[in-house]
């Protein structure tokens, strides 16, 4: 085609990529620290190599494959120099058209991608959206504990889920995240002594959704979250995919689960948990609260999780001597809230039937998504 054996107007040369949208995502996870001081003000896809910046060669790569449009991806405190250099490289091609999108946060690849999917950048038919999350099923745990004392008066005849907030059920954050994040299915579980009054709230939410659909599981007893993940394993309805837990009364943005996503897939982690920490109160402000719980992590060295407990009792943390005498160097933190999110591997479940101590016999460490 260069030398122009093959004409310039030759339709398969034309078409050969045109069932392709092509995406550069310039600057969308902040600063990188890796290659510091190179990036300390400059973009790391500025950085030269061979004395050209790296974003010079994916816009080669375009021109080379005859690609006629693309949209680089920036964020608003890097997009001036980077709009910049690109409209400079670009002046002298009429063949290769660039729409720049800037995003306000750094909030990672899987958001961006999501991000452009709902501003109209990419088309709702496109396959890499739709299968974006097919590999993971998603389960609601709606009610598997029983009533909660903590939100006493409010949860005295109303499930923990669809207790209010904002003038709309705790549950109908999570639904309202799978639905943006293009899910097309969730296992919703409930016991029985709630069941009815979370499945019509759930079915009266979805009545004009056709995209989602959910399949209710009751249980006679109130087993809590490892229980409920064995019987949903051994009665079939979990498959052969890594799944997404979360409970019924968490609100969450879903550039929040998208990171965790991204973490979960480039780790190849055992399980993804998301915590936050505790805001820092004056202790002449503080009041105790009764009942509280207390979560308490264990980490050891090279930031490897060991323990994962809670605890009314801020006197008292039980830990298994074998732990102690496996790993004598441990930090026990809590100032940390488990935000009772989690994506696990689906082998995870065959180590929980067997009672293992999934954090002592695998190597899980702690990443840090958001700062």
Not at 104 to 132: F, T
Not at 134 to 156: C, K, M, N, V, W
Not at 241 to 247: A, H, L, S, W
Not at 348 to 354: A, D, F, G, S
Request: charged share 25%; aromatic share 8%.
């Amino acid at each position: 085609k260069r030398e122009g054996y093959i004409g310039a107007d030759h339709p398969n040369i034309q078409n050969m990529l045109s069932e392709f949208q092509f995406i550069i995502l310039a600057s969308t996870t902040g600063r990188s620290r890796r290659l510091l001081p190179l990036t300390a003000k400059t973009p790391k896809c500025l950085v030269s190599v061979a004395n050209r910046p790296l974003i010079s060669y994916q816009l080669e790569l375009l021109i080379n494959l005859g690609a006629t449009s693309a949209i680089v991806v920036t964020h608003e405190g890097e997009s001036e120099s980077i709009i910049d250099f690109v409209e400079k490289y670009l002046s002298d091609v009429d063949t290769l058209s660039i729409q720049f999108v800037i995003l306000e946060d750094y909030v990672g690849s899987a958001a961006s991608l999501l991000h452009l999917k709902r501003e109209g950048y990419i088309g709702a038919d496109h396959p890499n959206i739709q299968n974006m999350l097919s590999e993971f099923q998603f389960i609601i745990l709606a009610s598997t504990t029983g009533r909660s004392r903590r939100l006493l008066p409010l949860t005295a005849k109303t499930p923990k889920c669809l207790v209010s907030v904002a003038n709309r059920p705790l549950i109908s954050y999570q639904l309202e995240l799978l639905i943006n994040l293009g899910a097309t299915s969730a296992i919703v579980v409930t016991h029985e002594g709630e069941s009815e009054s979370i499945i019509d709230f759930v079915e009266k939410y979805l009545s004009d959704v056709d995209t989602l659909s959910i399949q209710f599981v009751i249980l006679e007893d109130y087993v809590g979250s490892a229980a409920s993940l064995l019987h949903l394993k051994r009665e079939g309805y979990i498959g052969d995919k890594d799944f997404v837990v979360v409970n019924g009364d968490l609100v969450v943005e879903d550039n929040i689960f998208l990171a965790m996503v991204d973490k979960h897939r480039a780790e190849d982690a055992t399980v993804t948990i998301l915590i936050n920490q505790k805001k820092k109160v004056n202790p002449k402000d503080k009041k105790k609260k009764k009942n509280e719980v207390i979560d308490f992590i264990a980490i050891g060295e090279e930031d490897r999780l060991l323990m994962l407990d809670s605890n009314r009792s801020t006197k008292t943390v039980k830990a298994k001597k074998s732990l102690l005498q496996k790993f004598p160097n441990i930090t026990l933190r809590s100032n940390y809230r488990d935000a009772h999110f989690y994506i696990f591997a689906n082998w995870t479940l065959n180590i929980l039937e067997e009672k293992h101590e999934i954090f002592q016999k695998y190597q899980i460490r702690l990443y840090t998504v958001f700062d």
